[in-house]
């Protein structure tokens, strides 16, 4: 696994993002994401170890597309530079949540978890009622020594508690989020000294996993919407 050349690819396409460069350097992007499946699969071992709810995952499948949507974005740049990953017990859809990793030059690298989508309305609601009962552990979670060091909370949030919840509630400011999640920033030196970077991966991955856990419990049961 050489995460080098998955970063000098990334830098490259960054710095020629557009169709000519992409297609005429396409043995380079299969080479890359070859090397990036490589990495998800010992992602998939590493963390096995401690949930065994992904070890049936096939990395192929919980990989995003470098293209984008740019109907309703200003920025028309064709490709995001940056091989994308979320490894969950039901793959890369965003709940139930997991383990996600972004791999992008320049310090772009980062380790997640949680849960990034706000669009679910339902799902919010289901995590802020979750809140509310069980606090404590809530609280026994993110302020644990461990994950403080690591990591802080973060998430899209309204300026004051929505209604139909208690202002005063211990976990007030929480509530008023509508998504919550976990980013570890790794720097480009590290990512490229592959086993370390791995090793260091999957011990991320382990600290988060209560903060998982916690949100799963509160998602249970959730639909995705169908179209």
């Known amino acids: 696994m050489n995460t080098k050349l998955m970063l000098d690819y990334l830098a490259q396409l960054s710095a020629n993002n557009n169709r000519e460069w992409y297609h005429e350097h396409k043995s380079e992007y299969r080479e890359a994401s070859a090397q990036f ?6 992602l998939i071992y590493g963390i096995g170890a401690f949930d065994r709810n992904v070890l049936h995952n096939v990395p192929k499948e919980l990989t995003f597309k470098l293209v ?9 740049s064709p490709y995001n530079p940056s091989f994308r990953a979320h490894i969950s017990s039901m793959g890369k859809l965003p709940i139930p949540v ?7 030059p320049d310090g772009g690298t980062f380790l997640g978890g949680g849960l990034f989508a706000d669009m679910f ?24 020594t461990e994950f403080a060091k690591h990591f802080t909370v973060k998430g899209t949030a309204l300026k004051n508690v929505p209604a139909g919840y208690d202002k005063n509630h211990s976990q007030a400011e929480y509530l008023k989020f509508k998504s919550w999640y976990l980013e570890y920033f790794v720097s480009d030196a590290e990512v490229i000294d592959s086993p370390t970077f791995l090793e ?10 209560p903060f998982n856990d916690y949100l799963n419990k509160a998602l ?8």
């Open 68 to 76: 984008r949507d740019t109907r309703f974005s200003h920025d028309k």
């Open 200 to 209: 260091k991966a999957v011990n991320i991955f382990k600290i988060m996993k």
């Open 121 to 144: 309305a339902n799902a919010t609601a289901m995590v802020r009622d979750y809140i509310t009962a069980h606090p404590d552990e809530w609280n026994a979670i993110i302020t644990d």
């Open 220 to 227: 249970e049961g959730f639909k995705m919407p169908t179209r």
């Open 37 to 42: 499946e490589q990495l998800v699969q010992e």
């Open 98 to 104: 997991g383990y996600y990793i972004m791999l992008a």
